[in-house]
């Protein structure tokens, strides 16, 4: 049985529009197979469509390129943080020598002149071994903890805790900075 030329004419021309479809739709970051069944059934409704929808690889990149910064973003946040929390640290560190050479206490003072924050700057007792008690930390004035001490370093080392911020462990009276622990500092290594 021979076919019409007719219908011969119509299948090649449904069979060239569903691969045209299947083309873009590739080209556009969609499944060929399925739009060049689509292509074939409803030609250029397909076609109209195929074009139409957004292109999947421009937004795939979009994302990607978005992401790319954010995680560049972070990693620059983190070493700002880090470089602000050491040259704290070493102004801290000189203020300390300063007031030991001339034997005067302008921390103290500093204390004295701000009472509210004066419990957040004392350093409370002294811990035995800060790498072998449980530590909680406060971070947008939520709790969180337990951490272990290893844990903690890494959030230090990660920039998602800094200087400024509170922490506690069994044995402190009350929370404290960590910049004003200084057995924490030397666990850390700064």
């Not at 449980?134 to 920039?159: A, D, N």
Request: glycine share 6%; net charge neutral; with cysteine.
């Amino acid at each position: 049985m021979k076919l019409p030329m007719a219908v011969v004419v119509q299948l090649l021309i449904l069979f060239i529009v569903g691969l045209i479809v299947a083309l873009i739709a590739n080209h556009r970051g969609r499944d060929p197979y399925g739009w060049f069944l689509f292509g074939v059934f409803f030609s250029f409704l397909a076609l109209v469509l195929v074009v139409v929808l957004p292109d999947l690889k421009k937004q795939q990149e979009r994302e990607q390129r978005l992401m790319d910064e954010n995680c560049r973003l972070r990693e620059q946040l983190r070493k700002d943080r880090m470089m602000a929390d050491s040259r704290h640290l070493e102004v801290r560190r000189r203020l300390e020598a300063h007031d030991t050479a001339l034997a005067m206490d302008t921390g103290t003072a500093a204390s004295a002149a701000l009472p509210h924050r004066a419990s957040e700057e004392s350093p409370g007792p002294e811990i035995p071994d800060p790498r072998s008690t449980q530590w909680w930390y406060v971070q947008e004035e939520m709790r969180k903890g337990p951490f272990g001490f290893e844990r903690l370093r890494t959030l230090w080392e990660e920039g998602e805790i800094g200087l400024p911020t509170r922490v506690w462990t069994k044995g402190m009276p009350d929370w404290a900075r960590i910049e004003a622990l200084p057995h924490l500092l030397e666990a850390f290594g700064v």
